[in-house]
């Protein structure tokens, strides 16, 4: 075929394609200019971005990557359909993606790619649910700590986003909270009691289960442990299946293998750790899980999700999928790519010492300020999957509430006035003149001048009779480039963080 010319506005601008192919969350504001999660779809070099356990701001390095493609993109359909450029790109990224967590080598290893981590779960609840007459039960932990939409994507809810999938087979959805009523963490072991008592009791009916384990939560908390689940999928092999909501990314390689190895599939996303747009997902399924899959008829809810080149090649029943192309999809994806190449070269000594040093400072920070109370996060322990030499068993997530000091006692926040903080972190143009100044904080007109990103606020329980809700300041793998090719090994990030919680507390005392 003769090769024409590619056309300049055939596709629209990088920009534009980073906010297509998802859903109403990525709509921008006309006011703000910013989507739900507080992005927009340009880098922005003076903001401090910790916000990452929800959403980070593109990066320079990583549009640039979006728009190279993009460029290759218009060449490319100047001589083929929009579909055939889209299969052939996604399938160059699934192949990349694979080899950097180094998985090349795992035998019948498949990759579904999905706009989000809530679709992710929901393909495995289809197939989990399909061809049973015992409805299949669903165990996760509590929605808060994941994702508002899985709860009501696995239960088949019609009051979601016209893109989002449906669970046409019928499903029991059992959510087990983590955290007490006082908002810290649950004890493990009766987690642990709660998820194995639920799940025999399934198998013993020969009802199917699917398991989901969450490696790391919005606050960084592990439940239920691996340990748990290992026993569970060993006991009951014909009945549970296990998913593992990976969907922070906060997960080293050789944890990922390890949770591949037990035949557990793994949901991924690329716009959390990694720092690439919202909606950016893949679904890992094992050799074990994906033969086991393929055996049961395509669930009817899939047929209305687009483009089949997200799916294996030669996968059972995908041919009757639609040949769509989501260019937007495909350009996010191609930013977590670029931004898992950067990651993969730190060294991992450097990326240890420096989550050391800036964990050290923050703790320390959050004990010391009365505006803050730092939520303890158990350690991240999943042994015996997989015992902790690599850099994700350290800290990543730091959740801590709000208090408005007195001076006798202090008051927590509700989550409206949490919210309104948190909102007003990004704004450079607060007025500062009425706040009283603040022991061991800089001047309040330097820190009015700031902007910075905390991730979105999350419930956790009442504080003397006030429902709370937990910021969170979080270490993105673009921070950990950036500390490990510093010649100061990453001060200057920790200063940073250090000014986005003075920023926090100039408005807390605003709020009063």
């Given at each position: 075929m003769e090769k024409h010319p590619p056309i300049p506005d055939s596709l629209p601008s990088t920009e534009q394609l980073l906010?297509?192919?998802?859903?109403?969350?990525?709509?921008?504001?006309?006011?703000?200019?910013?989507?739900?999660?507080?992005?927009?779809?340009?880098?922005?070099?003076?903001?401090?971005?910790?916000?990452?356990?929800?959403?980070?701001v593109i990066s320079t390095e990583g549009f640039a990557a979006a728009n190279r493609l993009r460029q290759k993109l218009l060449e490319a359909i100047s001589a083929e359909s929009h579909s055939a450029a889209y299969a052939l790109e996604i399938q160059r990224i699934r192949l990349e993606w694979l080899q950097l967590c180094g998985l090349s080598d795992i035998t019948g290893l498949e990759l579904i790619f999905a706009a989000s981590g809530t679709d992710a779960h929901a393909i495995a609840a289809q197939y989990t649910g399909s061809g049973v007459s015992i409805p299949a039960l669903i165990i996760m932990v509590e929605a808060n700590e994941t994702g508002s939409g899985v709860a009501s994507a696995l239960a088949d809810?019609?009051?979601?986003?016209?893109?989002?999938?449906?669970?046409?087979?019928?499903?029991?959805?059992?959510?087990?909270?983590?955290?007490?009523?006082d908002g810290t963490s649950r004890p493990l072991a009766k987690i642990d009691a709660e998820v194995e008592a639920l799940a025999s009791k399934a198998a013993a009916s020969d009802r199917r289960v699917l398991l989901i384990l969450v490696d790391q939560s919005k606050t960084g908390l592990i439940a239920p442990s691996p340990a748990c689940v290992m026993a569970l999928h060993h006991r009951f092999p014909d009945n549970i299946e296990v998913l593992v909501d990976a969907c922070q990314f906060r997960i080293a390689m050789p944890t990922l293998r390890a949770y591949l190895e037990q035949g557990f599939m793994v949901a991924l996303t690329g716009s959390k750790f990694l720092t690439a747009p919202s909606f950016s997902a893949a679904l890992l399924l094992p050799s074990t899980v994906a033969e086991r899959l393929q055996k049961r008829a395509l669930p009817r809810g899939l047929l209305t999700c687009p483009a089949r080149a997200n799916w294996p090649i030669n996968w059972a029943g995908a041919g009757s999928l639609n040949h769509d192309a989501n260019f937007g999809l495909l350009l996010r994806c191609e930013v977590a790519l670029e931004e898992l190449r950067r990651f993969r070269m730190a060294p991992q000594t450097a990326t240890i010492d420096f989550l050391l040093n800036f964990a050290g400072a923050i703790h320390q920070r959050l004990l010391s300020d009365p505006h803050f109370e730092p939520l303890p996060v158990p350690l991240l322990d999943r042994r015996p999957l997989v015992e902790a030499n690599s850099w994700d068993h350290l800290q990543t997530i730091f959740p801590f509430l709000l208090y408005h000091p007195q001076s006798v006692g202090r008051i927590p926040l509700s989550r409206e006035e949490t919210r309104h903080v948190y909102q007003r972190l990004p704004d450079a143009s607060m007025q500062s003149s009425a706040i009283a100044p603040c022991i061991a904080l800089p001047p309040a007109s330097m820190q009015s001048s700031i902007r910075c990103q905390l991730g979105q606020p999350v419930a956790c329980g009442t504080r003397n009779g006030i429902a709370v809700s937990a910021l969170r300041l979080c270490i993105s793998s673009r921070l950990i480039v950036e500390a490990t090719v510093s010649d100061d090994k990453g001060m200057a990030i920790i200063k940073n963080a250090l000014m986005a919680l003075d920023k926090t507390a100039l408005l807390i005392q605003s709020s009063g």
């Open positions: 906010l297509a192919g998802g859903d109403a969350r990525l709509a921008l504001d006309p006011l703000s200019g910013l989507n739900k999660y507080g992005c927009q779809p340009l880098p922005d070099a003076q903001i401090l971005a910790f916000g990452s356990s929800t959403a980070s809810k019609q009051d979601r986003d016209e893109n989002s999938f449906t669970v046409n087979n019928a499903v029991e959805v059992v959510q087990v909270p983590i955290r007490l009523e």
